[in-house]
């Protein structure tokens, strides 16, 4: 997480607020289909980010970790 939010989510939780993080946990097979249904539509392509390829490549690492 970048610094920007480290600081906004401190400052929302020292004034009361509750945060809550949720993992959307999906399949591979999954999250290819997702990111091909982005740029196959030009409608979805405002979802894409380049970072998404990024991600993807770590995805592996993301499971290992959450199991």
Request: glycine share 2%.
């Amino acid at each position: 997480m970048n610094n920007k939010m480290d600081n906004f989510e401190k400052h929302i939780a020292e004034s009361g607020t509750i945060i809550f993080k949720f993992f959307l946990n999906i399949s591979k097979d999954e999250q290819k289909n997702r990111l091909l249904r982005r740029l196959n539509k030009p409608e979805k392509h405002w979802k894409f980010s380049p970072d998404d390829l990024k991600e993807r490549k770590l995805w592996d690492d993301y499971q290992y970790c959450y199991w």
